[in-house]
């Protein structure tokens, strides 16, 4: 069904036809905007800006590109085309029909879920809201701005379900969503990751490409859900979700790509060389790696979870791509978890959020080679690598061990000596911030980071992709 721009909230689900819902939704945005207002981007607000606006759920021109202001983007709720007579693709009831509406025994867990993911979208709008201040050039302007957007897209999605399917719980529910903010310290976002500040563009830059993943799996284990509402809502948003690693992995290559031109030039690998030459060394992007990464980890949760079990048993999450699985059900086999007591054999229902994190890293893998590619190429043995699963852990059986980026469990007085190896120290933040010097020019580059090889939608690099008003 196409997307009606007619409506207050644009919407392909025909709300106008459940008045209450409608009502409810449109009472509702006005603290949307204010929230955006307050705690989205800081400034630009007047500036046009050219963005992506969903126009249908087809794969193919789904998006229209075109000047906006940002408070006029249009938020709406979009769910991808029904699967007629889809049926539960896991877990105890696989092969019933899936749910249209929620089953009262799985209510508060589902809500739980849907609010959990909510929570991420504006926390993200939230740490990354001081950064077009220091943007690198319009062209990173506009895709900052274009997965902030998003993510307010993002949030409208889950709120949706919550109204439409939860009643006065899911009103007070979304109503928090607009209450809790990144970092506060009487009222933060749920999830540690969403509550680090994103001060720099190779924060940015790593998180989309490592945070924004996390993104992608859980909602791709939520696209399997037997609560169809949901599957619908995110199997759209990963359409978008695509863009926002795409700023990281090609954000991230690019730094690279600059770094080895200043070696080049230099005829020097010494990070203190290149540093002063104004560029990211190596040694340095690892450690932000490492940091992005091992914090992005933990949001899949414990590797021995009795609610990862429960949610897979019930159909309410599956695993990312689950019909790539032979067994949907599990209930016969188990998982070996290296835990800092020794190997375990675990239920493999128990053990899923660690199947998930381990799915993620390969996907996060793809990404290095590209990278570390680039690097052979230019000649230098240096190589990037992820850090250990077990690495800098604060969620499961590992966190809060004295683990090396290798994973070997090392003496504390070790680990805390040489963790500004491995992590960004004060100062390689101080440094990565000093680097962070606005640039607007329509073609300009801040010197730490490369031009993109394109433009965004076939248009050319030095396009005015905002138009600063
Ligand atoms: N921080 O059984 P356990 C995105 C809690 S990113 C704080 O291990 P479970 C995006 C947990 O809630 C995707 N608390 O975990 C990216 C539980 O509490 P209760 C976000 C944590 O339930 C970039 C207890 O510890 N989406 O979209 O199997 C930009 C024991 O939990 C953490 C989702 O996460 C943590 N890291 O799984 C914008 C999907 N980890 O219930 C957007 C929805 C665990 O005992 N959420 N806890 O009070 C879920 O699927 C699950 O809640 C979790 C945890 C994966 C988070
Ligand atoms: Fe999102
Ligand atoms: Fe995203």
Redesign the pocket.
């Known amino acids: 069904m196409a997307i009606d721009y007619a409506e207050k909230i644009p919407n392909n689900i025909n709300i106008a036809n459940d008045k209450t819902l409608q009502r409810a939704l449109e009472h509702w945005q006005p603290s949307f905007l204010n929230w955006w207002q307050e705690m989205g981007p800081s400034d630009f607000q007047a500036s046009d800006v050219y963005l992506r606006t969903a126009v249908s759920v087809d794969s193919d021109g789904w998006a229209q590109y075109g000047a906006v202001k940002m408070p006029d983007y249009r938020w709406g709720i979009f769910l991808a085309d029904q699967v007629p007579e889809r049926t539960i693709g896991f877990g105890d009831a696989m092969g019933q029909p899936v749910w249209h509406q929620v089953p009262g025994e799985y209510r508060s867990t589902l809500r739980?879920?849907i609010v959990?993911?909510g929570d991420?979208?504006p926390a993200?709008v939230e740490q990354q809201r001081m950064l077009g201040h220091t943007c690198p050039s319009l062209y990173d302007l506009r895709n900052l701005f274009q997965i902030n957007v998003e993510?307010g897209r993002?949030l409208w999605a889950m709120v949706y379900l919550l109204h439409a399917y939860f009643g006065r719980d899911g009103r007070e529910e979304a109503e928090e969503l607009l209450a809790r903010h990144s970092g506060d310290p009487d009222k933060p976002r749920?999830?540690?990751?969403f509550n680090e500040p994103i001060t720099d563009w190779l924060s940015l830059y790593c998180?989309t490409y490592f945070?924004?993943r996390?993104?992608k799996y859980?909602?791709k284990s939520?696209a399997e859900s037997s609560f169809d509402p949901l599957s619908r809502s995110c199997r759209f948003m990963l359409t978008e979700e695509a863009h926002h690693m795409f700023v990281g992995e090609t954000g991230i290559g690019r730094v690279i790509k600059r770094t080895l031109e200043v070696m080049k030039g230099l005829g020097t690998d010494d990070p203190a060389a290149i540093r002063r030459a104004g560029a990211i060394d190596l040694q340095l992007l690892q450690k932000y790696i490492n940091f992005w990464c091992s914090s992005s980890l933990?949001?899949?949760?414990?590797e021995i979870?009795?609610?990862?079990a429960a949610?897979f048993a019930n159909g309410l999450?599956g695993r990312p791509d689950e019909s790539t699985y032979t067994d949907h059900v599990l209930r016969d086999s188990t998982m070996k978890l290296l835990t800092p007591e020794g190997e375990q054999d675990v239920p493999m229902l128990n053990a899923l959020?660690e199947v998930m994190r381990e799915s993620y890293l390969k996907d996060c893998e793809i990404g290095m080679r590209r990278w570390n590619r680039a690097i052979e190429r230019a000649g230098h043995e240096f190589r990037l690598t992820l850090p250990s699963i077990r690495f800098r852990r604060s969620?499961g059986t590992w966190a809060g061990l004295p683990v090396d980026p290798k994973g070997n469990l090392i003496a504390k007085d070790e680990y805390e000596r040489r963790k500004d190896e491995w992590a960004p120290s004060e100062a390689d933040r101080a440094f990565v911030k000093s680097l962070m010097q606005k640039v607007t020019g329509p073609g300009k580059m801040a010197g730490w980071i490369a031009p993109p090889e394109r433009g965004i939608n076939n248009l050319a690099v030095d396009y005015e992709y905002v138009h600063l008003n």
């Open positions: 739980r879920l959990t993911q991420t979208e993200s993510e993002h749920i999830l540690s990751t998180f945070t924004d996390d993104g859980q909602l939520l933990d949001l899949f949760g414990n979870s009795s609610n990862s949610s999450k959020n969620i």
